[in-house]
């Protein structure tokens, strides 16, 4: 069964050494230091740098359009007998929404909802990042759907560091 890995900056060595995951994903700050575990080639290491935020702010990187596609190009290459892990600072809010980005896109026969209430189960402090949901609907022709999906599992639980959870592609 093909799995999506979620944790933060600090867990990326352990989840990785004990998933055995592929492929790795990083949303973060531009100049915040990751260390590739040696298991991951570079070629299957994405890094997007953008900071947590929801409306573009002076000196700060919104997710944009460009991070959406680069993910989507990145998950399609892909080959899901591995799994992957993705991971932002704090494994809330950046690398949750690309968790769910990825299974919407992989999976385009799962229903939102499902997805979306499944991270909340998975983890009570996860808050997907709107402002990548919203550009990944609209790239993915959702219409609204993970948009409304994402707000019915509403604001997670205040937490420095989310609890690493996983998603399956399958059902």
């Known amino acids: 069964m093909s ?6 900056l600090a867990r990326i060595g352990s989840t990785v050494a004990q998933t055995g995951a592929s492929h790795l994903v990083t949303l973060i700050n531009q100049g915040t230091p990751v260390e590739r575990p040696a298991s991951i080639p570079e070629e299957r290491h994405l890094f997007l740098a953008m900071n947590d935020i929801l409306e573009p702010m002076e000196g700060m990187t919104p997710p944009g359009e460009e991070h ?74 959702r219409r609204g759907r993970m948009v409304r999906a994402i707000e019915s599992i509403g604001r997670g639980r205040d937490a420095f560091e989310g609890h690493p959870f996983s998603l399956t592609l399958d059902r």
């Open 68 to 141: 959406v596609t680069t993910l989507l190009d990145f998950v399609e290459g892909w080959k899901p007998e591995k799994p992957m892990v993705i991971h932002c600072f704090a494994g809330i809010s950046r690398s949750t929404a690309a968790a769910f980005i990825t299974v919407c896109a992989l999976r385009p026969e799962r229903d939102e909802a499902e997805i979306a209430a499944l991270i909340r189960a998975g983890s009570a402090s996860a808050t997907p990042n709107l402002r990548l949901v919203r550009l990944a609907d609209d790239a993915l022709g």
């Open 3 to 8: 799995r999506i890995h979620v944790c933060s």
